[in-house]
C-alpha cells in the first residue's frame, strides 16, 4: 500500500535556528507532492506543492523543498525559523495514476520553536 | 471569498446518536473530500466525491455514509456514532487538473461519549 513517513514527529528549535522535516514516500510511480501546515486550532494551509520541473520549489514564508526522486523523499527546510512557525506540517503525496487525486498524508511533525 | 466553510465546529453527541456534517464551497471545484484527523496518524480519507453525482470509500469509510448534494456541498453523515469516531473532521476542495492542491475547511470538533 502506499504510504508517507515523516521521521520526526516532535522538533524543538530555537528561533533563527535552520530546519529540515523529512519526508519518504512509498509509490514507484510519478506523483505529486504537497507539504501543509496547521497552526494551532486553524485549518490545513498550502505550504508548498511539486508536481513538474525544477526538483528545487519555493513556498510561501520562506520554505522551500526537494524532491530527491531517486531517494523517493521531498524534505522541507526553511534557512531560519521563527517563533510563528510554530505549528504541525504535513507531508502529503498524490500518485498520478489516481485519477480522484486523492492524498495520501504522513502522520505529521509538530515544530515548537522557542523565541 | 469565503472558500470551504464547516457546520458545526463543535458537537458532542451520545454514543448512538446520529448527525450530518455540513461542507459548502464556493469556489466552483468538482472534487470534494471528507478527512479524519487523529492525533499521530495524519488525515485519512474517509470518503470523496470527484465530481458531482459520484462518491467512493476512502481508507477509513466504515460508520459513514456522504451525499454530494450538489457541485457546492458534500455532507458526512454518521449514522450511529460510536466514542471511535471521536475526531476532527475536515472537509476539502479541489480544482481539476494536474497539480491542484486541495482546499481545507477550518474542521468540525466530534466528540462522542
Known amino acids: 500500500a502506499q504510504s508517507v513517513s515523516q521521521h520526526n514527529h516532535h522538533v524543538i528549535l530555537s528561533e533563527a535556528a535552520s530546519l529540515e522535516l523529512g519526508c519518504n514516500y512509498s509509490?514507484?510511480?510519478?506523483?505529486?507532492l504537497f507539504w501543509y501546515v496547521q497552526y494551532p486550532g486553524q485549518h490545513l494551509q498550502l505550504l508548498l506543492k511539486?508536481?513538474?520541473?525544477?526538483?528545487l520549489v519555493k513556498g510561501i514564508k520562506g520554505f522551500e523543498a526537494e524532491f530527491i526522486k531517486s531517494k523517493f523523499s521531498f524534505n522541507l527546510r526553511k534557512p531560519s525559523v521563527q517563533w510563528s512557525d510554530t505549528a504541525e506540517y504535513f507531508c502529503a503525496v498524490n500518485p498520478r495514476m489516481d485519477s480522484s487525486y486523492k492524498l495520501i498524508f504522513g502522520s505529521g511533525t509538530r515544530l515548537l520553536v522557542r523565541p | 471569498n469565503a472558500g470551504v466553510t464547516q457546520t458545526p465546529k463543535f458537537q458532542v453527541l451520545k454514543t448512538g446518536q446520529s448527525m450530518t456534517l455540513q461542507c459548502a464551497q464556493d469556489m466552483n471545484h468538482n472534487s470534494m473530500y471528507w478527512y479524519r484527523q487523529d492525533p499521530g496518524m495524519g488525515l485519512r480519507l474517509i470518503y470523496y466525491s470527484a465530481s458531482e453525482g459520484t462518491t467512493d470509500k476512502g481508507e477509513v469509510p466504515n460508520g459513514y455514509n456522504v451525499s454530494r448534494l450538489n457541485k457546492r456541498e458534500f455532507s458526512l453523515r454518521l449514522e450511529s456514532a460510536a466514542p471511535s469516531q471521536t475526531s476532527v473532521y475536515f472537509c476539502?476542495?479541489?480544482?481539476?487538473?494536474?497539480?491542484?492542491?486541495?482546499?481545507f475547511g477550518d474542521g468540525t470538533r466530534l466528540s462522542i461519549l
Open positions: 476539502a476542495s479541489r480544482a481539476g487538473g494536474e497539480g491542484q492542491p486541495q482546499h
Open positions: 509509490y514507484g510511480g510519478t506523483v505529486n
Open positions: 511539486y508536481f513538474s520541473g525544477d526538483p
